[in-house]
């Protein structure tokens, strides 16, 4: 017989299995990690199978009771097989609304939202009302073709991928015996994976931040724009950069933590401070940081908006600044992560530290599989800072300080 931590430590496989319990109970795992209790019995002679839910909402001590209640009709000449298909069958937005809920605690609310509002409309207004198992994979092919032919691909396919697990959540509760989205990647148009345009020379980036620091616009996005290349932190960590977060500005070893609520992290992960990352940062990464923490004094966020006080610079700012300067298509805000990687692995290769390497991956918030996150975003923190300081001195040579980007300022 089985036991709940059995059921807790099931882990998915390359294929589908069974985990036996007594009496044609099972325990069904599938390869994307989903569990639901089946029950197979034998009615006028042919075999024929139950689905009672989804572990661990249906707990295996109510999956025995509901089994139990199959072999009392079974044993008064009922097929508890038909007796459940008289259920009536919940619509696809019903199975949604479940879904999604089930999700709550695994996503960040952000992200929920977001999941939410694509489904609602693109999807639901369609199919929304249908039975789910009425659906079929021409239905959604129909629905996801329309979306990728007015451009949106990579839409499409992350849309395809939600309804697919919103099916296998209505297979597992037996509201439904197949999945009509699964099969669906391949009908439609493959993503193309574009790069972020970034410069790989240094002398052309460092031009390009001299560009873009030389050109009229606000102090605070030309500051902005600094500290990103020289953390190569990802854009939206400098938008919400608090001065808080910086610490040990005047010791020896000051730091940037970004609080793992603001990183790209599942919401059971960006609860936790283990997931906090630190940045190590040089010399002209401090000076940049006091300078606007002076100008933007008393406001929330390091780069305050200039309108707006309360709220950080737009998520457009820098993308505006870097075309203004004449690099679109050239190299873009994001790119300082491209140039820092590939131009401080290629002077390890050449300086033959090929240890570097994954010291690099590391400041730039890359978790490797099977390595502790914590450890992950604290550890190697010697050579991290010694690192940052090279290429703060290779990318700054010859660049003004921070506080001439002051002058001229526009508010």
Known sequence: MLTELQCRKALPAEKPYKLSDEKGLHLYVTPSGFKSWRYKYRFDRKEKRLTFGP???????????RRDDARRLLRDGIDPGAKAAKREVPTLRAVTARWLELQADLWKPKHADYVRKGLEAEILPALGA????????????????????????????????????????????????????????????????RKHPALLDLKKARACLLKVESEPGFPVVKLASRLLALTAARPGMIRYAEPADFEDLDGDNPIWRVPAAKMKLERASSEQAAYDFILPLSRQAVETVRVTAELNKGRKYLFASISKSHLPISENALNVAYRRAGYERLHVPHGWRSTFSTLMNERAMDLDRPGDRAVIDLMLAHQPSGVEAHYNRAGYMPRRRLIAQEWADLLLQGLPCPKSLLIGRRR
């Open 130 to 193: 249908r039975p789910i198992d009425a659906i079929t994979p021409s239905d959604v092919l129909e629905l996801l073709t329309a979306i990728q032919t007015r451009g949106a691909t990579e839409a499409a396919h992350r849309l395809r991928s939600q309804l697919s697990h919103v099916f296998q959540h209505a297979i597992a509760s037996a509201d439904a015996t197949f999945d009509p989205a699964a099969a669906l990647a391949a009908a439609l148009r493959p993503i193309v994976k």
């Open 55 to 65: 572990w661990p909402e249906v707990t295996l001590r109510e999956a025995r009771a």
